[in-house]
């Protein structure tokens, strides 16, 4: 096996850009490992950890890309820079190879705004030392700022909206993945029509999955706002939450309001309980982990993104909905085994609040969960009991990109968690949209194959999730027709497919008892 570090000084290159850079140079043929890697401190320790020398390593700074790879030829590693110099070059496949640098773009957000002085939003993506910085020099430009970066201190951050909702602008995040304003998406984002819900989020693939529940029923979003994950802690007292949904109320094209996050502060969600029943126009809301309380002084608490969804829905003139339900695949439902003493579920997840969803959805019909305090691996037991995982959590993307975008380490997982017997139902999510995988129903099903091929005849029920619109690149109708095909149960949310695992389970644990 061979390796290789290459430094690419300047190169700065934002998460998603990285991701899509390590996913391209890992498909290269003979190259088993591709990471792709902002030069911090944090990140050069994590490659000399992996193995990657590091006396190359020491030569990066937060500034310089770093690409790691492991091949299986010094032939492959020649490939793999050829590929790397077109990726960075922009050039399609088709382009002679050889090294090349993109187009110098502007150097600060200054140079940026004289380059584009109709823009009235800033994306920042820089490391997260500096995100503070860039960000307030956006907002000294009177610009709006969609802050991607993470790593940034809750002292920034509550600086930086304090002085944003002073100047009457937003601050979305910092590590805020997701939002779509007036059409177009940034971040990771399902491509929906325009129309009358607005969607404020403290986080991202909440925010996805009502939209794309909306555009399931044909109903567009005006702006979808998101705040980052910290944004209803008590430090930051829900600052751009509110500044999102005044936004939203004064918008004549907005008509009704959706409201989700995750864990917000008791104290936090009492006063903006306040804001939102005199916002003016519908409102429902959406704390993922909490259960359905319905209308509270004008103020709809859903017990579902499901639920969110379809009252939005219905306030902007969709006719109600017959009861969902997953439509199954043609691999059977799970049947018990008297030799196999326990019967569980395991769920792998690709999107956090999905996931924390699910426990919620899986809590009511009786079916408790963990999670676990290890990390999982391909090569260890799995903990016992009932186990649901968010694969996107730090400790599985550290020097990976994240699950959404590459699957590797929870394919992995699936493998695993089929190899144990004791594990009768697999729960998964499938996220679609700008930014996402590209294809990324086959890799499950093959890896959902696999899984059942190792169990000796076994059975092992397996149901997803797709969160996806009707105009993602994916192909939203191909993508979950190819899970059917592959003998998956297939749901249109993380709920209904939380639903219909926790339903087979018990048939499970059933036919056990006799």
């Known amino acids: 096996m061979s390796t290789l570090v290459l430094v690419r000084s300047g190169c700065y290159q934002d998460s998603a850009r990285l991701m899509q850079v390590s996913r391209e140079l890992a498909a290269v043929a003979g190259v088993s490992e591709a990471v792709a890697m902002m030069g911090t401190e944090t990140n050069r320790r994590l490659l000399a950890e992996s193995g990657f020398p590091a006396a190359e390593l020491a030569k990066a700074t937060p500034l310089d890309m770093v690409v790691a790879l492991r091949a299986e030829s010094p032939a492959a590693l020649d490939s793999v820079q050829v590929a790397l110099?077109?990726?960075?070059?922009?050039?399609?496949?088709?382009?002679?190879?050889?090294?090349?640098?993109?187009?110098?773009?502007?150097?600060?957000?200054?140079?940026?705004?004289?380059a584009h002085p109709e823009a009235n939003l800033v994306s920042v993506a820089v490391p997260g030392p500096y995100a503070a910085f860039v960000a307030?020099?956006?907002?000294?430009?009177?610009?709006?700022?969609?802050?991607?970066?993470?790593?940034?201190?809750?002292?920034?951050?509550?600086?930086?909206?304090?002085?944003?909702?002073?100047?009457?602008l937003l601050v979305m995040g910092p590590d805020c993945g997701t939002a779509i304003l007036s059409g177009v998406g940034l971040g990771f984002a399902n491509r929906v029509e325009r129309g009358p819900v607005g969607i404020v989020g403290a986080s991202g693939t909440?925010?996805?999955?009502?939209?794309?529940?909306?555009?399931?029923?044909?109903?567009?979003v005006s702006h979808a706002i998101g705040t980052g994950s910290r944004d209803l802690s008590?430090?930051?007292?829900?600052?751009?939450?509110?500044?999102?949904?005044?936004?939203?109320?004064?918008?004549?094209?907005?008509?009704?309001?959706?409201?989700?996050?995750?864990?917000?502060?008791?104290?936090?969600a009492r006063r903006l309980h306040g804001v939102l029943a005199r916002l003016?126009?519908?409102?429902?809301?959406?704390?993922?982990?909490?259960i359905a309380r319905g209308d509270v002084e004008g103020v709809f608490y859903a017990g579902s993104l499901d639920e969110a969804a379809e009252?939005?829905?219905?306030?902007?003139?969709?006719?109600?909905?017959?009861?969902?339900?997953?439509?199954?695949?043609?691999?059977r439902r799970a049947e018990g085994d008297p030799e196999q003493g326990e019967s569980r579920l395991v769920g792998l997840f690709g999107g956090g609040s999905l996931a924390a969803e699910a426990r919620c959805v899986l809590a009511a019909h009786g079916v408790e969960t963990v999670v676990p305090d290890v990390m999982l691996t391909a090569h260890s037991p799995l903990p016992p009991g009932n186990l649901v995982v968010d694969t996107g959590d730090d400790a599985y993307t550290v020097g990976r990109p994240h699950p959404m975008v590459d699957q590797t380490v929870r394919c992995s997982l699936i493998r695993a968690a089929g190899a144990d017997l004791s594990v009768r139902v697999l729960l998964l999510d499938l996220v679609l949209g700008d930014g996402a995988h590209p294809d990324p129903a086959p890799e499950i099903v093959q890896n959902v194959v696999a899984a059942r091929a190792a169990r000796a005849g076994r059975p092992l029920s397996v149901v997803v999730s797709?969160?996806?619109?009707?105009?993602?690149?994916?192909?939203?109708?191909?993508?979950?027709?190819?899970?059917?095909?592959?003998?998956?149960?297939v749901a249109s949310s993380a709920a209904l497919a939380a639903g219909e695992a926790a339903a087979l389970l018990p048939l499970v644990r059933e036919e056990v008892a006799r």
């Not at 600052?239 to 502060?265: F, I, S």
């Not at 003016?280 to 909490?290: D, F, H, M, N, T």
Request: net charge neutral.
């Open 280 to 290: 003016g126009k519908p409102v429902a809301v959406r704390y993922l982990g909490e």
């Open 311 to 331: 009252k939005a829905a219905a306030w902007a003139g969709a006719q109600a909905l017959p009861a969902a339900t997953t439509t199954a695949g043609t691999g």
């Open 85 to 114: 110099d077109r990726l960075l070059a922009g050039r399609g496949e088709g382009a002679s190879s050889g090294p090349a640098a993109a187009a110098k773009g502007p150097g600060t957000v200054t140079e940026a705004l004289e």
């Open 136 to 168: 307030q020099r956006a907002l000294d430009a009177g610009r709006s700022v969609f802050l991607f970066s993470d790593n940034v201190s809750s002292a920034d951050e509550v600086a930086l909206k304090r002085r944003a909702a002073g100047l009457g």
């Open 206 to 220: 909440g925010i996805q999955e009502l939209s794309c529940l909306l555009d399931r029923r044909g109903i567009g």
């Open 234 to 268: 008590e430090a930051v007292d829900g600052a751009m939450t509110e500044a999102g949904l005044a936004l939203l109320a004064r918008d004549p094209e907005t008509t009704c309001v959706l409201l989700v996050a995750k864990h917000p502060a008791a104290s936090v």
């Open 466 to 489: 797709v969160c996806g619109s009707r105009r993602d690149p994916q192909g939203t109708r191909r993508q979950e027709e190819v899970l059917r095909q592959g003998g998956l149960h």
